[in-house]
């Protein structure tokens, strides 16, 4: 069963401080949409202590939109990665739940949904989802869009979790499942800010991410996480995170991309990586989350400061 849950009645959250982090401080400064991708693991692991830990870093982030894969709900309502995050951080939320599926959690069997959630300090003012392709042998899986209506203007939101098969080679179905999101008309509604977030379970080098960038037809720019010492890009999953199994790869598969329609048109964008340390033992996700910054385009953020200067 699929299922299409919204909750746009809380207002903005309160201000928090950013995080003791000088990459972070430092995007702070920039006027601009705060977005985070991340996937969520589902309700594995000690759910309970995770979920608490990735609300307390959420909240430090101080974030205008939050990208969620893997999000869990109960089917009786008495557990909800969505509903507990977007009361943690008072933000409104939509669900979009693909997949039923009894999963074992801390011990106890649930039955449960799955799928993505985005949630938005800003009222959403447009949903869309729709199923991609997808592999009978992994499940449904689709992509959840949203129009926010931020002082920047009207940012369009995507948000999708593309299929990973253990020993199985899923590139020609990450292309396709990619074209279909790309492809939607959608996107092509004005708009000051397009994100596409989510976890592509693609390494920067794939057909599926090298599409996106120099085929989908639009002028696209990365979140591209810098090293704070020098090194080499972090990565967002990695055997450095006690909930991913020893001896797995470290590997990019986690991204938010910007969609302009134009060359030129491209916002100022900065990134980090986060939720990557833990809190006490607990990592927040076997996942570490994508953090951007994007501010509008020089003449669109012209015309949002007049419009909220007009009398």
Request: proline share 8%.
């Amino acid at each position: 069963m699929v299922g299409l849950d919204a909750c746009r009645d809380r207002g903005p959250i309160p201000g928090f401080l950013a995080p003791d982090r000088p990459i972070l401080r430092a995007l702070h400064m920039m006027r601009a949409l705060r977005v985070v991708s991340l996937n969520t693991w589902k309700a594995d692991g000690p759910y309970r202590a995770r979920l608490a830990v990735m609300a307390e870093q959420l909240r430090a982030l101080e974030p205008d939109v939050v990208c969620l894969q893997e999000a869990f709900v109960a089917v009786d309502g008495s557990l909800s990665t969505p509903k507990a995050l977007a009361a943690a951080l008072g933000m409104n939320h939509v669900t979009y739940a693909m997949r039923e599926k009894d999963r074992i959690v801390e011990g106890v069997l649930v039955p449960s949904r799955s799928g993505l959630c985005t949630l938005s300090r800003w009222p959403i003012v447009e949903v869309v989802a729709r199923p991609i392709p997808s592999d009978p042998r992994d499940g449904d899986r689709g992509v959840l869009m949203v129009a926010v209506e931020t002082p920047l203007g009207i940012a369009r939101i995507v948000n999708t979790h593309l299929t990973y098969l253990r020993d199985v080679d899923t590139a020609v179905l990450n292309l396709r499942q990619v074209r279909a999101v790309l492809a939607e008309p959608w996107l092509r509604d004005a708009a000051v800010i397009r994100l596409l977030c989510g976890d592509f379970n693609s390494e920067p080098d794939s057909d599926t991410i090298r599409y996106i960038r120099e085929q989908s037809g639009w002028h696209v720019q990365e979140a591209t996480p810098k090293h704070p010492r020098g090194g080499e890009r972090p990565v967002t999953f990695s055997p450095r995170n006690a909930n991913v199994r020893e001896g797995a790869r470290s590997v990019v598969l986690d991204y938010v991309f910007s969609l302009a329609p134009a060359a030129g048109r491209q916002p100022r964008m900065s990134s980090a990586v986060v939720l990557d340390q833990p809190t006490g033992s607990v990592f927040p996700s076997d996942h570490f989350g994508v953090y951007a910054e994007v501010g509008a385009p020089p003449a669109e953020e012209t015309l949002a400061r007049a419009r909220l200067s007009a009398p």
